[in-house]
């Protein structure tokens, strides 16, 4: 049976339903939320339909303007730490016989579905005084009394890596696992030790999926939402937590919108960047 | 010694995935109520209060309900319109593709924002069924990316065969496609129903004032007052995921599903 353009009304009806449901579901909601971030708004909560800039004004503020450097720094250095332990990770575990790659892949779907509740609960006690890692430590004799690493930064930072790094590896591990292994091996032979091997040929030859995984994870820890609040103090919140701030707390739904669609903006122009770069780099 | 350090990278990495979860599970089996760890005695008195307590029970039931239902939608949005670009020549319906994978790759905050105006508009704001369409629509890209894989790798040539010898388009989606594409149906609903049962900010953002969903519930004992339930369902769902996709791995091909080529080594 080969593919032939579909003909009529009943030939097209298999795309009707899905297409309707992302018009209406996903278009028109997003629609929806462009305008209202254009909505004057209502003291009381509310918001009337209008065509004012004063949502998108506020950005100017310093106060918006630490939270989105702050947001771009942190999801910055959660992509980095992410993609330098994913990256040796994801070549070992290609590199393993497939019995030891389907463990390691349920272990990590397992974690990738952890909810992020469940992960900051985690990582709080983990990094707590009374219970955390301080007191292994204590015990071992390297430190003098237990600690407590939470709130702050370092805990957000582990805890985004630990959320963002099993994404990382599954976006790496198709290239990793195709990689011809052939490669390494004619470098071996040519007497390149293992490290240098992997340094020289493996990375070079991955460098468009190296940069797809680093926006990836950026993108991914740029949305990240309940881990700043759970782990960090007040002056770790992110976009994200602003945004459901100010649409669920403070109601001012108009002005969450406007800093959704930056986001929006933000992350489309990060993704044409990728492939631009991605483009150039196999020219 | 090559081999001796990458054994320990992996079991540095697996340690540091695993912390976490063995925290949990030895916070969940505590005998007094607080977050102790090492656990103080050993109890399963709190995994027995998630289906005794009506609180945690009604958010259990809640989760479970909207990631069994949503994932079901996200399969049956996601197959006909996989189906229709495998089999039709449609450079146009490739739009609906974008469309069914932008939600996924976006952060989260903005479908959840979305959505919440967009129920808030339309006056149904706060009925269960919102939050099953938006996690079907948010989970669209799973289910659409598994069924796509799947798709690519059905031989033409058998369609061509059942179409040669009679069989309409019909009888051949019905006779050789539909059991080739099953085990993509399966996988694409398990995501869909996993991601689902643990995603916290879309669900929040469309019912979580008129009722609890277990991740809602979860970060709400977080924020008012511990207690060792929230490590026992933790428990639960992981080993739940697990499972599933342990189920996954024995009946399919995993490293396949996840972009490996080869089918066997």
Known sequence: ?283 | MERFLSRLYLALVGIFLAAPIVVVTGVSFNEKQNLAFPPQGFSLHWFAQIFSDPEWLRALIASVLLAVTSAALAVVIALPLAWFLWRRVAPWAQVFQLLGVAPFTLPPVITALGFLTFWATSGFYGQPWTAVIAHAIFFVTLPLVTLTLGFSSIDRSLTEAAATMGADDRTVFRTVVLPLILPYVVSGYAFAFVLSLNEYIVAYMTIGFVRETLPIKVFNALRYGYTPTMAAVSVLFVAVTAAVFGLIARFGDLPRLMGAMSTKD
């Open chain 1, 1 to 283: 049976m080969r593919r032939e353009p579909a003909r009529g009304f009943v030939q097209h009806l298999p795309v009707i339903f899905p297409g309707l449901m992302l018009t209406i579901f996903f278009i028109v909601p997003f629609g929806t939320m462009v305008a209202v971030s254009f909505f004057r708004r209502q003291q009381g909560g509310f918001y009337v339909p209008d065509f004012v800039l004063a949502n998108y004004a506020r950005f100017l503020t310093p106060f918006f303007g630490n939270v989105l450097i702050f947001s771009l720094y942190l999801a910055i250095a959660v992509a980095v730490v992410s993609l330098i332990v994913a990256v040796p990770f994801t070549y070992l575990i290609a590199r393993s016989r497939r019995q030891t790659q389907v463990i390691w892949l349920v272990a990590l779907l397992s974690i990738l579905s952890l909810s992020e509740v469940i992960i900051g609960f985690a990582w709080s006690t983990l990094l707590s005084r009374t219970a955390g890692i301080t007191n292994l430590l204590v015990w071992l004799g390297l430190m003098q009394a237990p600690q407590a690493l939470v709130p702050g930064f370092g805990a957000v930072l582990t805890g985004m890596v630990y959320q963002a790094m099993p994404y990382a590896v599954l976006v790496l591990y198709p290239s990793m696992v195709r990689l011809d292994p052939t490669l390494t091996e004619v470098a071996r032979t040519l007497g390149a030790s293992p490290l240098k091997a992997f340094f020289t040929v493996v990375l070079p030859a991955l460098r468009t999926t190296l940069i797809a995984t680093l926006i990836m994870a950026f993108i991914f820890a740029l949305g990240s939402y309940l881990l700043p609040q759970i782990l960090g103090r007040p002056s770790h919140w992110t976009l994200s937590v602003l945004i459901t701030d100010q649409a669920l707390y403070q109601s001012n739904m108009p002005f969450a919108a406007a800093m959704a669609v930056f986001l929006v903006l933000v992350s489309l122009a990060l993704v044409s960047l990728t492939m631009f770069a991605g483009k150039k780099l196999e020219a």
